[in-house]
């Protein structure tokens, strides 16, 4: 790693030194929560471009509408577009023939807008009236006049998962599959002929073993001749399937080691010869999505001249590349390092891009010329000068494997540190944890490096985004090969002197909280840490979890009735006479994956042993913070935490 640049041995005389952690900073906790707006889920038609905006300062998902360079709200006051199903959501909205239908937050049922010729918003018109249910993944069937959706059925002792076809003039509903577990993505054909699905079973998880199955309108308008196409044997992941313009259907699959796409032929599924290196059938080393948490996700885009666009994942780094089909591909939006969300039309590819530089935006590309155009977001918080840029790491871990990560030195122009110290460090650990973390900008990691914390953001062995067998070494090693990375990556920087290895934290959220606290319990290397609604009892949560991440536990660390003394070796709670660094604790009231007891068990303990621990509960929140005021409130009681420690 390079050496921070903030020492004053290379400043100018107009910076002033002060001490690593302690600079001042215009850029303040609520600015950084203000950048924190998101988008999501873009679909093109009805002449232009949809996307989902999410806005930390409203706390609501908002709709939005580009046509010809303008840009029309299209979600009305009072409404949010944000689906719940398995508690993550997506899939939220989807175009018909006169508009759109959507999702409500509040009430998880699915709402009817037309779009008038003025193209002014019109109010909304519930199309569903199920109390009991939610809805996501929403796609319109013009042949049935219907919206196919999934259903999430709450009963009193169990909850259900369906695909549904519910009529659009008289809301009447239809079940069109049901029986698996769980089920994602159903898409149909052009002609409306075909249906087509992803499926699985619990224990699975969708990034571990999924199935892909079609189905043929019969002249009824049911479903017949349904036909598993990939995945019956197991042990293959197979998501976001997708009917091209010829009627061929794709989808990705991580059979041959990384998620890339396959074609239907002659009945059966095979790598699509783009993908493959040279005449072989092996593919080459990246992924083209990451782990599907969500529902709605479209990594790719089958193009109607034979061609592909999809992104790359290399080392973290997501590409955008159009793939011709002679053969050829040219990389898109180069200056982009994490492109999501594809869509196309005849003129544009567009896609959610992020970059070092600039906020998430939503981006127009011209396919002839190449030309990059930005219809939202975009904004440059921080000048150039003020900037800590990632720097990619691969580093030794464990066993003789890597692991991967970002460092950001402390980047502020107007201070300096004392040549003869270092920055404290703080290590990101992320969530999921079958998840990743981005070389885009981030405002939190922006928000330390102002102060002249140094962060590393760590992609340990586990992560989505580096091939099948790299997310696989979590099998029943959660708390294990996660632990060990974020300590090695610390250890790295340590030793290449670029860090004070007396002032180290670490912090996660969800998942990253139960590795940051593992971490605290396992080793003296960091003088403190952070728990944002972190796992600290992987027993009680795996009988209180939701039905998608019922079986996630066992998978991450084994069947409890089987091997129970592993859950106590690995809860952070059951360990907590091991930590002896302070902790502060930050948790949403209304979480309903760790759920508030669970975090609050953990300080106690803490509190018990005379452990300095902070705890902060905002009551208005779920899992994964969403209001700007709260997001400001944890960052600044983090930083002051830290400080107190330094």
């Not at 709402?111 to 010729?117: D, G, K, R, S, V």
């Not at 259900?160 to 054909?189: C, K, N, Q, W």
């Not at 990556?489 to 996660?508: C, I, K, N, T």
Request: aromatic share 10%; net charge negative.
């Amino acid at each position: 790693m390079k050496s921070p640049d903030n020492d004053c041995t290379s400043a100018s005389p107009a910076t002033q030194a002060l001490p690593y952690g302690f600079w001042p900073s215009e850029w303040s906790a609520d600015a950084a929560a203000a950048a924190s707006q998101d988008y999501a889920e873009l679909r093109s038609g009805h002449g232009g471009l949809f996307w989902i905006e999410y806005d930390p300062a409203h706390g609501r998902c908002i709709l939005w509408f580009w046509r010809a360079g303008s840009v029309l709200r299209v979600t009305p006051d009072g409404y949010s577009v944000r689906s719940r199903v398995y508690e993550y959501g997506g899939g939220a909205f989807c175009l018909t023939g006169q508009g759109l239908a959507f999702v409500n937050e509040a009430d998880q049922q699915v709402y009817l807008q037309a779009l008038n010729e003025a193209d002014a918003a019109a109010l909304p018109v519930a199309l569903t009236g199920r109390a009991e249910c939610r809805y996501g993944d929403l796609q319109h069937d013009p042949h049935a006049d219907a919206i196919v959706a999934l259903e999430e059925t709450h009963a009193a002792d169990e909850v259900v998962h369906r695909l549904v076809s519910i009529a659009m003039g008289d809301g009447v509903r239809r079940v069109l599959v049901e029986g698996a577990d769980f089920y994602s993505s159903p898409t149909l054909s052009s002609d409306g002929a075909r249906l087509a699905w992803i499926e699985w079973d619990r224990p699975e998880q969708p990034w571990t073993s999924t199935r892909l199955y079609i189905a043929e309108r019969t002249p009824d308008g049911h479903w017949g001749n349904r036909q598993c196409l990939a995945g019956a044997a197991g042990g293959e992941s197979l998501q976001q399937p997708r009917f091209a313009p010829d009627g061929r259907l794709y989808c990705l699959s991580d059979r041959l080691g990384f998620w890339q796409p396959w074609v239907e032929e002659d009945g059966q599924l095979l790598i699509h010869p783009l993908m493959r290196s040279g005449q072989t059938q092996a593919t080459q080393n990246f992924d083209c999505a990451p782990a599907p948490w969500q529902l709605g996700t479209t990594s790719y885009v089958p193009l109607a001249e034979g061609g592909l666009l999809l992104t790359h994942m290399v080392d973290g780094y997501g590409w955008l590349f159009e793939h011709v089909a002679d053969g050829s591909r040219r990389q898109l939006a180069a200056n982009f390092t994490r492109c999501r969300q594809l869509a196309a039309n005849e003129t544009h590819v567009f896609c959610i891009a992020g970059s070092p530089e600039r906020a998430a935006s939503v981006i127009a590309i011209e396919r002839i010329s190449g030309a990059v155009q930005i219809l939202a977001g975009g904004a440059q918080p921080l000048a150039t000068t003020q900037l800590s840029r990632p720097q990619s790491m691969r580093f030794a871990t464990e066993g003789g494997e890597v692991a991967y990560a970002f460092f950001y030195p402390p980047a502020n122009a107007h201070f300096c540190g004392d040549p003869k110290s270092l920055p404290p460090l703080v290590v990101f650990a992320h969530g999921g944890p079958t998840s990743a973390s981005y070389p885009v900008f981030d405002p939190r990691i922006q928000y330390w490096t102002q102060r002249g914390f140094a962060v590393v953001d760590v992609n340990y062995r586990g992560s989505s985004g580096f091939g099948r067998t790299y997310r696989q070494r979590l099998r029943e090693q959660w708390g294990i090969v996660d632990v060990e990375d974020v300590c090695r990556a610390a250890q790295a920087l340590v030793e290449q002197g670029v860090v004070d290895p007396q002032r180290l934290f670490v912090r996660g959220s969800s998942a990253g909280g139960f590795t940051a606290l593992n971490a605290l319990a396992t080793t003296d290397l960091f003088r403190g840490g952070a728990s944002l609604y972190g796992v600290s009892d992987p027993l009680a949560l795996s009988r209180v979890t939701h039905k998608f991440e019922g079986d996630y536990l066992d998978w991450l660390i084994g069947d409890p009735q089987r091997v129970p003394e592993r859950f106590r070796e690995r809860a952070p709670l059951h360990n907590a006479e091991r930590i002896n660094a302070p902790v502060i604790f930050f948790q949403g009231g209304l979480d309903a994956v760790v759920l508030p007891e669970q975090t609050e068990s953990m300080v106690a303990a803490l509190r018990s042993r005379g452990i300095e621990v902070e705890y902060r509960l905002y009551p208005e929140e779920r899992h994964g913070f969403r209001h700007a005021a709260n997001l400001a409130d944890a960052l600044e009681r983090e930083l002051r935490f830290y400080q107190r420690l330094l």
